[in-house]
Every structure is written in structure tokens, then in C-alpha cells.
């Protein structure tokens, strides 16, 4: 249930961007440099009973003293972007359930647009993903300008044998390992005939820095959020992602 912070807050016209809980917690990371960069506000959350709660310092420079919540919705100033910020993993045996909420949560927001981020596993990647670009795109009954511009970026599409069109009934996500709540999510878009495209970073699980900030710069090139001569402005809570011995008490 998306529990707003103003009677005012709108959804309606805006795009979209939302992370998967998935290996290397590479698609928050990458939340976390837009939210972070964009200066976006918390607009509400979406209250889960499918999620492990959690409560924590805030996780973003400009918002001190806010404390984040297992599923956090962000806007900017001009309502042009709405970014989800998921902090725990659906609870065992929910991942469906969990999906579903998003896909209700999607209906309902009337969104011009929506972007799922994810990752997968690439040590289980096919052999045709081994070379090439380690950023793959997937598209849900989407043939628009975006799925356009994806050719464009040479952002290939997930999986081999596979034309990305939005008459495909078959989509190929058992190319997608580890990809948290992805799968059943784009299935649903899929039998709601939603459009939705998916940008999945193939990465091994360790120092996911990079990767983040390469899945971000593909979702910047793909939606053209931020000026490209722009640099991402990492949150100062990333100065602990490999430090965790060394982090303050008040994170827990």
C-alpha cells in the first residue's frame, strides 16, 4: 500500500525507476546515485508485509535526518522522475506476493513510463553474453521510442534467439539468476499487458561500485535524466559499503 506523505504528492505522467533486490545489491546502488544526485524527496513509502523490516539513519546527503524504511518512494522537485528505494529483501516464499504489490502500485500510479532495474549472476550467464556489453536490456510489450533508443545504445537485448518485440509471448527469464523479485514482476507486466522495460547488469558478487555506476550511466543514456558532463554524487553512507567492522552503531 503506497502511503503518501501529502494529499498532493502525484504520480500521474511520471517515469518510473525501480530496483530489484537482486545479486550484489547493484540496482539500489544505482537508486542511490540518482536519488542522491537528483536531490529527490521522500513523497511516502509502500508498507509490505512481504518485506524484512528494517529502520536506519538516513542513507542520503541532503535529507539528514530522515530515517529509511524498507521501501521508500522519491520524487524530483518537478515530478518529472519517481525513484523507488527498496533497503531489505522480500521475506522467504513472498517474492510473488511482493510482486504483485509493485504491479498494483504500478497500475494505480498512472506512470508515463516504468524502468526496472536488475541484476543477474554472471557466472551463469549463456556463452553468448560472455562478450559484449555486460548491460542487457529486456522489454515488455514496449515498442516505443525508449525500445528504440535501446538499439540505438547497443544496450543488446537479455538472452540469445530472441527478437524483443512486444508480440513475443515468451520472454527469456531464465537468463535472469539471483534477480530477486524481476522474474515475477515482468511476468505480471507481461499478462497485464503493462510496458515496462528492464536493464539487467550481468556482474559477479564482491566490490559492486562500479557496476552500480554503470548500470546507472545506462539508465541516464536511456532516459537522459541528468546531463552526461554531470557527475554522480555518491551518498556518504556508501564510505561504509566495505567497511562494515568499521561502521557507526547508529546504521543498525
Given at each position: 500500500m503506497f502511503v503518501k506523505s501529502a494529499d498532493t504528492v502525484s504520480t500521474s505522467g511520471s517515469t518510473l525507476i525501480l530496483?530489484?533486490?537482486?545479486?550484489?545489491?547493484?540496482?539500489?546502488?544505482?537508486v542511490d546515485l540518482l536519488i542522491n544526485t537528483l536531490e529527490a524527496t521522500r513523497?511516502?513509502?509502500?508498507?509490505?508485509?512481504?518485506?524484512?523490516?528494517?529502520?536506519?539513519?538516513?542513507?542520503?546527503?541532503?535529507?539528514?535526518?530522515?530515517r529509511l524504511v524498507p521501501l521508500e518512494v522519491y520524487q524530483t522537485r518537478d515530478a518529472k522522475w519517481t525513484i523507488v528505494q527498496q533497503?531489505?529483501?522480500?521475506?522467504?516464499?513472498?517474492?510473488?506476493?511482493?510482486?504483485?504489490?509493485?504491479?498494483?502500485f504500478i497500475e494505480l500510479g498512472s506512470f508515463s513510463c516504468v524502468i526496472v532495474l536488475t541484476s543477474s549472476d554472471a557466472a551463469l550467464r549463456g556463452d553468448a553474453m560472455i562478450d559484449g556489453p555486460q548491460i542487457r536490456s529486456l522489454t515488455?510489450?514496449?515498442?516505443?521510442?525508449l525500445a528504440n533508443k535501446l538499439r540505438e545504445l547497443s544496450l543488446s537485448p537479455l538472452g540469445s534467439g530472441y527478437a524483443q518485440t512486444s508480440n513475443d509471448n515468451v520472454l527469456?527469464?531464465?537468463?535472469?539468476?539471483?534477480?530477486?523479485?524481476?522474474?515475477?514482476l515482468l511476468k505480471l507486466c507481461q499478462a497485464s499487458k503493462f510496458p515496462v522495460i528492464a536493464l539487467v547488469a550481468l556482474v559477479f558478487e564482491g566490490d559492486n561500485v562500479h557496476d552500480a555506476i554503470n548500470l546507472a550511466n545506462a539508465t541516464n543514456s536511456l532516459l537522459d535524466i541528468v546531463p552526461t558532463t554531470?557527475?554522480?554524487?555518491?551518498?556518504?553512507?556508501?564510505?561504509?559499503?566495505?567497511?562494515?567492522?568499521n561502521a557507526p552503531s547508529e546504521m543498525f
Amino acid at each position: 500500500m503506497f502511503v503518501k506523505s501529502a494529499d498532493t504528492v502525484s504520480t500521474s505522467g511520471s517515469t518510473l525507476i525501480l530496483p530489484s533486490v537482486s545479486i550484489g545489491n547493484v540496482p539500489q546502488l544505482s537508486v542511490d546515485l540518482l536519488i542522491n544526485t537528483l536531490e529527490a524527496t521522500r513523497v511516502g513509502i509502500i508498507h509490505s508485509p512481504y518485506l524484512v523490516p528494517i529502520s536506519g539513519t538516513s542513507g542520503f546527503d541532503h535529507l539528514p535526518d530522515q530515517r529509511l524504511v524498507p521501501l521508500e518512494v522519491y520524487q524530483t522537485r518537478d515530478a518529472k522522475w519517481t525513484i523507488v528505494q527498496q533497503r531489505s529483501p522480500p521475506l522467504a516464499k513472498h517474492h510473488r506476493d511482493f510482486a504483485r504489490e509493485l504491479m498494483d502500485f504500478i497500475e494505480l500510479g498512472s506512470f508515463s513510463c516504468v524502468i526496472v532495474l536488475t541484476s543477474s549472476d554472471a557466472a551463469l550467464r549463456g556463452d553468448a553474453m560472455i562478450d559484449g556489453p555486460q548491460i542487457r536490456s529486456l522489454t515488455v510489450n514496449c515498442e516505443d521510442v525508449l525500445a528504440n533508443k535501446l538499439r540505438e545504445l547497443s544496450l543488446s537485448p537479455l538472452g540469445s534467439g530472441y527478437a524483443q518485440t512486444s508480440n513475443d509471448n515468451v520472454l527469456p527469464l531464465k537468463q535472469l539468476h539471483a534477480a530477486g523479485v524481476a522474474k515475477p514482476l515482468l511476468k505480471l507486466c507481461q499478462a497485464s499487458k503493462f510496458p515496462v522495460i528492464a536493464l539487467v547488469a550481468l556482474v559477479f558478487e564482491g566490490d559492486n561500485v562500479h557496476d552500480a555506476i554503470n548500470l546507472a550511466n545506462a539508465t541516464n543514456s536511456l532516459l537522459d535524466i541528468v546531463p552526461t558532463t554531470q557527475k554522480w554524487r555518491p551518498p556518504q553512507s556508501w564510505q561504509w559499503l566495505m567497511a562494515a567492522n568499521n561502521a557507526p552503531s547508529e546504521m543498525f
